[in-house]
């Protein structure tokens, strides 16, 4: 698929109900969807509210996984949860630990798929980069995730499950009796793994709604930011249906130059996607968005450059994350000097934006910012390579 494709993309997703016969997974429902799932299985009308309630401190507070410590639910209520319901997460293939402390998870989800989710420790906060997509349909030239082809979306269970994944990993979840600890490990998550959360709009919106909730994990809309390409059509509703921050993979100033390398450009341009964006802050009742501008040699960091950005965005509240750009094996792009990149960030800066220099983390990981790709594929990929040179 190409990035001119219809948004209704003929992509797998998943149901939430196993087989016929098979157990519902609460990860991922949302309140409304776990109160139905709760009365169709046979919990009376009256007491669905409120059983509702417990199982979802449980599952989203305490982090518990099993039905039979759920102590203030009757036994037998416990022994009708495990016959019906399960609580699953992805599975952790490997953890790898970068030397700046970034952890980067290959993960497993349903149909032996993988996607990647990072997590960034920095002083007094911690973030998690997760993804909504196994692969990518929008092929930014730049980007290593988007050399992989689009396999299906993530259900919501398996984007809230990579929170919780992390959670575990960090031993986050509190412990009964202990006293109360307000330190956030993950404090903020960023859809800026895999995919187009835009192109994954229900499921990204229904896992972000859990991870949301205050009663559960209990992550503020200010602490979550959805990254997106530029889906146009799904920008507002995202503002009403989610009201998270948004940041914007920008990258050029020119169609020219964003054709090549962000490819929806071609459907919705840039002073379309611009026009759009000016309605997002009032909507979403954010106070700015955040643009995304990754530093390519020769490409689009010029002087030149800088000032045509500031004139494009002029009037939209903004900050512009300056990305040095992180190379990857074949890349065809070089990152800019850092002189160069410095010089660009001046010009931003005097004209009255944040224009600060994401600091490349987990490179050593290939966990930097468009570095994600799964290790399976990328074990293919070298196969099919060493195959091509010996003539096979």
Same mark, same amino acid.
Request: hydrophobic share 40%.
């Given at each position: 698929?190409?990035?001119?494709?219809?948004?209704?993309?003929?992509?797998?997703?998943?149901?939430?109900?196993?087989?016929?016969?098979?157990?519902?997974?609460?990860?991922?429902?949302?309140?409304?969807? %776990?109160?139905?799932? %709760?009365?169709?299985?046979?919990?009376?009308?009256?007491?669905? *509210?409120?059983?509702?309630?417990?199982?979802?401190? @449980?599952?989203?507070?305490?982090?518990?996984?099993?039905?039979?410590?759920?102590?203030?639910?009757?036994?037998?209520?416990?022994?009708?949860?495990?016959?019906?319901?399960?609580?699953?997460?992805?599975?952790?293939?490997?953890?790898?630990?970068?030397?700046?402390?970034?952890?980067?998870?290959?993960?497993?989800?349903?149909?032996?798929?993988?996607?990647?989710?990072?997590?960034?420790?920095?002083?007094?906060?911690?973030?998690?980069?997760? =993804? =909504?997509?196994?692969?990518?349909?929008?092929?930014?030239?730049?980007?290593?995730?988007?050399?992989?082809?689009?396999?299906?979306?993530?259900?919501?269970?398996?984007?809230?499950?990579?929170?919780?994944?992390?959670?575990?990993?960090?031993?986050? @979840?509190?412990?009964?009796?202990?006293?109360?600890?307000?330190?956030?490990?993950?404090?903020?998550?960023?859809?800026?793994?895999?995919?187009?959360?835009?192109?994954?709009?229900?499921?990204?919106?229904?896992?972000?709604?859990?991870?949301?909730?205050?009663?559960?994990? =209990?992550?503020?809309?200010?602490?979550?930011?959805?990254?997106?390409?530029?889906?146009?059509?799904?920008?507002?509703?995202?503002?009403?249906?989610?009201?998270?921050?948004?940041?914007?993979?920008?990258?050029?100033?020119?169609?020219?130059?964003?054709?090549?390398?962000?490819?929806?450009?071609?459907? @919705?341009?840039?002073?379309?996607?611009?026009?759009?964006?000016?309605?997002?802050?009032?909507?979403?009742? =954010?106070?700015?968005?955040?643009?995304?501008?990754?530093?390519? *040699?020769?490409?689009?960091?010029?002087?030149?450059?800088?000032?045509?950005?500031?004139?494009?965005?002029?009037?939209?509240?903004? +900050?512009?994350?300056?990305?040095?750009?992180?190379? @990857?094996?074949?890349?065809?792009?070089?990152?800019?000097?850092?002189?160069?990149?410095?010089?660009?960030?001046?010009?931003?800066?005097?004209?009255?934006?944040?224009?600060?220099?994401?600091?490349?983390?987990?490179?050593?990981?290939?966990?930097?910012?468009?570095?994600? +790709?799964?290790?399976?594929?990328?074990?293919?990929?070298?196969?099919?390579?060493?195959?091509?040179?010996?003539?096979?």
């Amino acid at each position: 698929m190409t990035a001119t494709a219809p948004i209704t993309q003929d992509v797998l997703t998943l149901p939430r109900k196993l087989p016929e016969g098979g157990k519902v997974n609460i990860i991922g429902l949302t309140r409304d969807q %776990l109160r139905a799932a %709760l009365v169709a299985a046979g919990t009376p009308e009256k007491q669905a *509210k409120m059983r509702l309630g417990q199982i979802w401190q @449980w599952v989203y507070h305490w982090g518990l996984r099993d039905f039979a410590g759920m102590t203030n639910l009757a036994k037998d209520y416990r022994v009708f949860l495990e016959q019906h319901f399960t609580i699953e997460l992805p599975e952790v293939v490997t953890r790898q630990i970068s030397a700046d402390g970034t952890r980067k998870y290959l993960v497993r989800i349903a149909g032996g798929h993988e996607v990647e989710t990072v997590y960034i420790p920095e002083e007094n906060r911690g973030t998690l980069c997760i =993804s =909504s997509q196994v692969g990518c349909t929008l092929t930014c030239s730049f980007c290593h995730t988007g050399t992989q082809k689009l396999v299906r979306n993530l259900t919501a269970g398996e984007i809230v499950g990579q929170v919780m994944l992390a959670r575990d990993d960090l031993g986050e @979840w509190p412990v009964p009796g202990a006293p109360k600890d307000e330190t956030r490990l993950v404090s903020n998550v960023v859809l800026m793994g895999m995919g187009e959360p835009l192109y994954n709009f229900d499921n990204v919106r229904d896992a972000m709604q859990v991870v949301m909730d205050n009663e559960g994990l =209990s992550l503020s809309r200010r602490r979550i930011t959805l990254s997106t390409s530029g889906v146009v059509p799904e920008i507002a509703r995202a503002a009403t249906e989610i009201g998270c921050l948004l940041a914007v993979s920008f990258h050029a100033t020119t169609d020219e130059v964003r054709d090549k390398l962000v490819p929806i450009n071609k459907r @919705w341009n840039i002073e379309t996607l611009l026009n759009e964006l000016r309605e997002y802050p009032r909507l979403s009742n =954010s106070e700015r968005i955040t643009f995304e501008y990754v530093m390519l *040699k020769g490409v689009n960091d010029s002087d030149a450059d800088a000032r045509r950005l500031v004139r494009l965005i002029s009037g939209i509240p903004a +900050k512009i994350n300056l990305i040095p750009f992180n190379e @990857w094996p074949g890349a065809p792009y070089q990152r800019s000097d850092w002189e160069r990149i410095e010089a660009f960030a001046d010009i931003v800066y005097k004209a009255g934006y944040a224009s600060p220099i994401r600091t490349p983390r987990g490179e050593d990981i290939m966990a930097a910012c468009g570095q994600l +790709k799964s290790a399976t594929e990328r074990a293919r990929k070298s196969s099919r390579e060493i195959a091509a040179e010996a003539g096979l």
